[in-house]
């Protein structure tokens, strides 16, 4: 009997260390420090993002960049994150099982000198308590992954910043340069003239004036356009020496634009923002927890079945266990998750006018910009027809150089203005895609 009953023991410890054995998960280092951090960084290229040769235009750019920039990588580790608990959330409870030997001594005539049994815990969930977790779970995990579309939209707002931006302190610095090539002509003019006592020198002076102003002006703009390349390198996580002297398409901002409608935006946003959808993720959540936290008030089950050997005799019971909800009804957590859905439903609600606000703001600046942008055209046309007559006039042997070149600074001046508004025009539609998250086709 004796070795009957060691020989058990033996089989059920060596079952049990295998069972265990054979569903463990390793571990596998992944080290990280500073160095390779840094190498990996500076081996971030356009080619490695897929691009090369040509000038890149910004919707190239911002394909590219969305497959491998850091910020997108931390939304999809999160996500992926979400994911993994899912796991968490769907396991069952294990069994636990106890073994509690005894000898007895001093042993009578004919019986064994141990007592020893074996009993099992096997816990039972009760109220659907599983289902309730994973649908949690599975919530958070959708709210993670429309983060990562959030993340990528974010990434590409700032890219489109940054376009605008270069491309804005780039074509200024260009119109600047021709205005102060036309103005030097016209100081060397009025040299001239002031040599032949046909014009005055203050006048020349202010010419003098008005053309290291814009020296400056063009040194300013050259700056501006510097930083807007280090702000496009830093919005594709890129060393900005990978794009120094890199050529880029601007050709997008010169094309025409239509009219938007507010209800069509408003729409579109409230069922395709991202961080809206996220937001009722976020309520989904809040309600299955409460679903959950509502299940907890429920007690689970503990089935308890044993065997004892006691010095001969075998016996077996079966154990049932419960709870018993006589102190916590789990009130205090039930009260947590209402006032937790009741913040997220007040969150969705804040957000939807935030976004209505932003909308109607950005279709405002939007008119005010296309407004100011056919004022300058009208002064660019205006302009143009007064230099054209005064080379008319020159040509016919009846005005002078001078004239000309005065003219071609007012039209270099409502170039200037032109520019600006063109530029509040990107401005106001990139306000209007953030808004709605809708990239507006140009």
Same mark, same amino acid.
């Given at each position: 009997m004796r070795l009957h009953f060691l020989s058990a023991l033996k089989f059920v410890s060596f079952f049990g260390a295998m069972l265990s054995y054979s569903g463990c998960i390793h571990y596998s280092p992944k080290p990280l420090s500073h160095e390779s951090a840094r190498a990996s960084f500076e081996k971030r290229s356009l080619s490695s993002l897929g691009l090369s040769g040509g000038a890149l235009s910004f919707e190239k750019l911002s394909r590219a960049v969305l497959k491998s920039h850091p910020d997108v990588a931390v939304a999809r580790a999160a996500a992926d994150e979400a994911k993994a608990a899912l796991v968490t959330a769907g396991a069952r409870p294990n069994p636990t099982v106890s073994f509690n030997p005894t000898r007895v001594t001093p042993q009578e005539a004919g019986l064994s000198p141990w007592v020893a049994g074996f009993s099992l815990d096997v816990p039972v969930e009760t109220a659907g308590k599983r289902a309730r977790r994973l649908d949690v779970a599975q919530s958070s995990a959708n709210a993670a992954a429309l983060h990562v579309s959030d993340a990528a939209w974010q990434v590409r707002s700032k890219l489109r910043k940054a376009w605008i931006d270069l491309f804005a302190a780039e074509r200024r610095a260009e119109t600047l340069r021709a205005q102060l090539a036309t103005q030097g002509d016209t100081v060397k003019a009025l040299e001239t003239r002031v040599s032949g006592g046909e014009s005055s020198r203050p006048e020349l002076m202010q010419s003098r004036l008005l053309m290291n102003q814009t020296r400056l002006l063009v040194s300013g703009a050259e700056k501006s356009a510097a930083e807007a390349r280090a702000d496009v390198a830093a919005a594709m996580a890129l060393p900005v020496s990978q794009i120094t002297g890199v050529k880029f398409d601007f050709s997008a901002a010169e094309k025409p634009v239509g009219e938007f409608s507010a209800?069509?935006?408003?729409?579109?946003?409230?069922?395709?923002?991202?961080?809206?959808?996220?937001?009722?993720?976020?309520? @989904?959540? =809040? %309600? !299955?927890?409460?679903?959950?936290?509502? *299940? #907890?008030?429920?007690?689970?089950?503990?089935?308890?079945? &044993?065997?004892?050997?006691?010095?001969?005799?075998?016996?077996?019971?079966?154990?049932?266990?419960?709870?018993?909800?006589?102190?916590?009804?789990?009130?205090?957590?039930? @009260?947590? =998750? %209402? !006032?937790?859905?009741?913040?997220?439903? *007040? #969150?969705?609600?804040?957000?939807?006018?935030?976004?209505? &606000?932003?909308?109607?703001?950005?279709?405002?600046?939007?008119?005010?910009a296309l407004a100011k942008l056919k004022t300058a055209d009208e002064l660019v046309a205006e302009t143009k027809k007064q230099h054209d007559s005064a080379e008319a006039l020159l040509k016919g042997g009846e005005g002078d150089r001078l004239a000309v070149l005065t003219a071609q600074v007012e039209r270099d001046a409502a170039a200037l203005g032109h520019l600006d508004a063109q530029i509040e025009v990107l401005q106001a539609i990139a306000a209007i895609e953030d808004a709605s998250q809708i990239p507006l086709a140009r």
């Open positions: 209800k069509k935006l408003r729409a579109a946003a409230f069922t395709q923002r991202s961080d809206i959808l996220a937001s009722l993720a976020d309520y @989904a959540t =809040a %309600e !299955a927890t409460l679903r959950l936290e509502v *299940a #907890k008030q429920y007690p689970d089950i503990h089935l308890g079945p &044993g065997y004892e050997f006691d010095q001969g005799p075998n016996k077996w019971s079966l154990g049932l266990s419960l709870t018993l909800p006589v102190f916590d009804r789990n009130r205090g957590p039930i @009260a947590e =998750a %209402e !006032a937790k859905r009741e913040s997220a439903a *007040a #969150k969705f609600h804040a957000l939807e006018a935030k976004v209505s &606000g932003e909308i109607d703001r950005a279709l405002a600046s939007y008119r005010g």
